[in-house]
């Protein structure tokens, strides 16, 4: 396979000198390490899944999450590889492949475990699972930046009302309590895994290495300790989400916060839903544009500025292949930067992946449970 090109400047495609190319690369952190996930995803020396099984799930989910040029490429990956053994253990691993692609609220404790009794270890689940997910961010990525690199204008933001005084809905609990609305809660949740989860007196110095830089309480965690089993592909993922919630500048913290909580009420996952509600809420100081979320996404927001995020988080969610120049409008009425829309897409499209892992790989339980 060839990773000498960045594969998403490739598609969108991207050439240096636009301004959306230009722009890109002001989060080359980002661009290295999604480059370097694909890479790990898709080693030929990759141990447990054939190549084969593993491109032919890339192109079935880019293909149903409405990434057409991305489906063409990993099927052009498929035609010089040696296909996939037809049978069973095929069919399931493609029939999971499509219910996370379109309907990850679907993709339950029961459909998980139908892999294992079709044949695959547990970490060739976990590489399956991230592999899903991967390509769900991809593709979100590149519509993304093909709407920016569309629209054809610079960064001219409108004058700024000034903000009213905030003032707390008297109906909600105040900041720091829970919120508990629709099944979404912004209270602290646990998370139990649904596979055996990797011994910690088993891992290598490699494992514990990378457990150690992905999260400060990993090695006590189910979630990490249940995607260790690859622990290559963890690494680059670590860095990914890392560089896109945390980079300098740009949108504000707070509102890459909304925009995952947003994607995650869309696409059911209580558990990314009650964190980053909490982050939001410890941001901004307070909680009402996340009970609006809760309650219904799509008429939420406080302000002009919180309905654009909104709407076009629940767009690029929903409908990748219908995402364009126009839905990228309110954002550019509400004066979001073109750095400010590059981190916005880059937190969509990372929920997109975190939701597919924390919602189909386990399940949230009460904290201390």
Known sequence: MNFTDDLIDALVPLRPGQPAHTVRHQRDKVVAATQACLRAVFDPALPGMPLGERLLAAATVAELSGGAALAAWYRGQLATTQPPQQGPRLDAILTFASTLATRPVEGDREAILRLPAAGLATADVVTLGQLIALVTYQVRVIAGLQ??????????????????????????????????????????????????????????????????????????????????????????????????????G????????LASTVVSRVNGCVYCGSVHAQRFEQLAKRNDVIAQVFEEPATAGTN???????????????????????Q??????????????????????????AN??????GEPVEAGV
């Open 304 to 326: 002009a500025r919180e309905r654009a995020i909104v709407q076009a988080s629940i767009a690029l969610t929903q409908d990748a292949a219908g995402f364009g120049a126009a």
């Open 250 to 257: 740009g949108l504000s913290r707070a509102e890459r916060e």
């Open 356 to 361: 597919r892992l924390m919602q189909n790989l």
């Open 147 to 248: 709407a920016l690199a569309a629209e054809g204008q610079g960064d001219v933001a409108p004058p700024q009302a000034d903000a009213e005084p905030f003032v707390h809905p008297a109906n909600l609990p105040p900041p720091g309590e829970p919120l508990r609305i629709q099944g979404f809660t912004s209270a602290t949740l646990g998370w139990k895994a649904w596979l055996p989860t990797l011994p910690l007196e088993q891992a290598t110095p490699r494992q514990l290495e990378i457990l150690k830089t992905s999260h400060p309480k990993a090695t006590s965690s189910d979630y990490y300790m249940t995607l260790i089993w690859q622990p290559e592909i963890l690494e680059q993922r670590s860095i990914v989400f890392n560089a896109i919630m945390y980079a300098p």
């Open 328 to 353: 990228l409008a309110p954002l550019r009425a509400a004066g979001l930067t073109s750095l400010e829309i590059l981190d916005w897409i880059h937190a969509v499209a990372i929920f997109a992946w």
